[in-house]
């Protein structure tokens, strides 16, 4: 994946930013949005937009993502997510974390999993259920909440 | 503990000596340092707490290791930290009760009988510590006379409170009370509850508030200011203030404190872990539009951790934040998950049975009341059998692999187990089954466990006896059993929506960004619904922007089909495969479909009371929010503007609340007040029903001096003309006296009521309720879908709701409607209707289809016109009415013909001769 500021490539290719996110939009730049303003493209993509604009590749200000198993060493902050442009995937993962096993969580992991997606089912306790497991019988129908 | 190895037998809670309180039984009674959390936990394995267990604060014990008969239990284990990489995240962490013991006045932690609504829950429970005796904590007895106080800990600005609306606790309380009465039975008893404004405002709820009121449930507004407890410290004397002001005293017998909810104690330090942004309360901020996104991409939140809400919304949001989370990752779908494959299946038709039964001891479970050798002994003698097992675990991995191995060197054809529910275990073992190469139905389960030694642990020699029947039942049974095959339905990849107002929009938009193609229907020749007549979300966001952007996109996107001035002709097929006519100015275009969303929506009523219509001053929200829009300059010269709520909504003829008009007012209120200070503002409401966070607004709307005077309905405003002049006449409660307001204008806040529908109901066979709205599969755990497999509900043909509601709910539309899209073949169960030739159409099971599964067909043959019927294997749940309602056989339920029925009965009756 290669990363390039938006701000970059409008000035490079001389129009408002603005532009180049509705081109991204309509697909005639072949891109998605990235972390911060950057642009996330294939080495293809990067190819492809640098023959229709006739950019020099090695004029560009440009950033190679890896893939997230190799890590940069650089310190962590105290917000963990403020380092996620170093840990950008390559590849869209197909898994989803679920933090809570009540109700809520059990019925997000259920529609994911049923679609595909590998779920880890976060829950603090020893089982899931949640506070719902706790109630009684539940209103408008007086179901048994278990 | 391995879990692979832990079979709950619970041996090791048996002879754990510390017994600690249970969190569960909200600290009402005891558990054990190893515990299973609750009977029917999933996973169903015990484990250790580690701040109570012996050998971990002392060093010494480990007697569950020395009785587990698995050797699951290792202290040697060690916790150790595992790194996922995940596409998305989805924070459900949910919420915590509020401790009541900081409001000393109400004496919880004080006074014996003063419990909180969570605990009294658990006192109702059969479950709970009392196995379901309701009794109150002092002297154990029977509470004849029970008080509940709403708001504790909420809508209290005062510290140790929360300024917010617990949304949930109204009508909690209103379902304790009934349940109560249940428990208590004949005889005397009451239930009072003290409140402050009633909130029943979600689907259903008025209704079953009204009916609450009609047993004798007694509602006095007022918060009680100080509790005491009753002679010798049982129960205890309420002191509380009536409407008129008057002192008044009450003993009750147990007081419980409707306690609130509140973001859980680690949310701040989760938000900070994850980045995500809380608001004042510690709940996750979240836009109108947006309602389950975060500030940060690919990290979504459902549930209480965005604000306090009962589980229907709990359960449409988790959906709505599973839609959101799979959208970004599309591409990967399928990629990490894996399809199980098994070996061919071997065809035992022409063979002659050859049973194996599996008889479980379950641990002692089983083996301690039923004599498990005799049994196998007996099993061993009956026809067809030829291989007898008997296991201490039926259920565990090992046994798993002896059953296949007998299955193939003994060349078994039918399996029977004699074990525990098929409830929970069926699915293991037709399992086993499949990947020995047999067919999974030729498997029965005898249930000698739930049914049997569990239910007879005093007569061990009846239980035997017993077992035996139900084995020779179960081999009657399976010696009949035939292979079954599961039918499958092509899955068109394309979803309609019916509707183009926001809640239809969004879900059109969402199905086509997930990769589905999708038509959107819409009756008029604009789309975008009520939302044009909105201003402001009651967070205070514009509506317009979002709504020209949200119908551009809609317009724009090459895998949606807008079709305007549209109406839906026939409807024929079933999930998965739908097919249908639409009619677009007099020509008819066919549209096949897999799934469909409906949002028909809604529309204000025009009311016909208050001069509505007679008195241009008299206008409804609609209106008003276009005046505010387009003439805010002359509304600013206003002296006094007024509010009527409930106008249509909450009366014996639409007995639901409209759940918006509150917060609707309030914002409006607040409006004026920021327009013009001096102005002055009322809001004549029954019950002020700013639920949630919109509490905080209701509050502000007070701070700005907004006058608001309850009224009763048996006591509605007057209004009139006095020359010139509008006049509204009104009793106020509190004063005790009439008030004659001369308002500039009058708003009513009009009910919603559903748009008309009844063609869609019968083309879709879907149900609405008395009022005309759709009805959902179950209230409370399937909110979004339709009684009809693969129909979905969103936005206000569904109940009233507010956008942000509505836009959660066609989010969790698009989840639901993927589970179906996701495949390409949909696999059916294989326990379905089987129409036979004895068939003669007489037409009886039509009736009692409760799937509308079965049609009756005509036919010709030799020149002869004949009847009979056809069953839908995708509709058809095989519930077995229709075999139990024919009187010749003609239609009957695979896995439960005649015949299998019959070789139990006569199996059951053998021992009776």
Known sequence: ?146 | MDLDKCIACGLCAEKCPKKVDDPYNAGLSKRKAIYLQYSQTVPLKYAIDPDTCLYKIKGKCQACVKFCPTGAINFEDQGETRTLQVGSVILAPGYQAFDPAALTAYGYGRIPDVVTSLEYERLLSAGGPYQGHLVRPSDHKEPRKVAWIQCVGSRNTTPGGNSYCSTVCCMYAVKQTLVTAEHLGRGEQSQTIFYMDLRSHNKEFERYYQDAKAKGVRFIKSRPHSVEPGPHNIGVKLSYLTMDGTKAEEDFDLLVLSVGLEAPKDAQAMAEKFGVTLDHHNFVKTGSFSPVATNQDGIFVCGAFRSPKAIPRSVAEASAAAMEAARALVEARGTLTREKTYPPERDVSPDEPRIGVFVCSCGINIAGVVDVKGLSEYAAGLPGVVAVENNLFTCSTDTQELIAKKIKELNLNRIVVAACTPRTHEPLFQDTLREAGLNPYLLEMANIRNQNSWVHQQQPEAATAKAKDQVRMAVAKVARDYALERGAVQVVQKALVVGGGVAGMTAALELAERGYDAVLLEKGPKLGGNAWTLNRTWKGDEVRPFLTDLISRVENHPRIQVMKNAALKTVNGSVGNFASQVEVDGALTPVAYGVAVLATGGQELQPKEYLFGQDRRVITHQQFDTMLREQAANLQKANSIAFIQCVGSREPERPYCSRVCCTHSVTSAIKLKELNPQMNVYILYRDLRTYGLREELYTRARELGVIFIKYYPDNNPRVFTDGPDLKVEITDPILQMPLRLTPDYLVLAAAIIPNAAQDLVELFKASVNAEGFFTEAHPKLRPVDSMVDGLYLAGLCHHPKPLDEAISQAKAAVSRAGLVLAKEVMQLDAIKSQVTEKCDGCALCLDVCPYKALKLEEYRDNGHAHRRIVSDKALCKGCGLCEATCPKEGVTIHHFTMDQLKAQVDAVIESLN
């Open chain 1, 1 to 146: 994946m290669i990363s390039i500021h938006i701000l970059t490539l409008a000035r490079e290719i001389g129009v408002h930013r603005n532009t180049i996110r509705n081109w991204v939009k309509t697909g005639k730049i072949n891109a998605r949005p990235g972390p911060g303003k950057g642009l996330l493209f294939t080495p293809e993509g990067f190819q492809a937009l640098c023959q229709e604009f006739q950019l020099q590749p090695e004029h560009l200000q440009f950033k190679v993502l890896t893939r997230l198993s190799a890590p940069d060493a650089s310190p962590s902050t105290a917000n963990p997510l403020a380092t996620r442009e170093e840990h950008v995937s390559e590849k869209v993962i197909g898994s989803v974390m679920v933090v809570g096993g009540g109700i809520a969580g059990i019925q997000a992991s259920l529609d994911l999993a049923d679609q595909g997606y590998y779920v880890y089912l976060v829950e603090k306790s020893a089982g899931i259920g949640g506070k719902m497991s706790q109630l009684d019988k539940t209103y408008p129908t007086n179901d048994c909440a278990m």
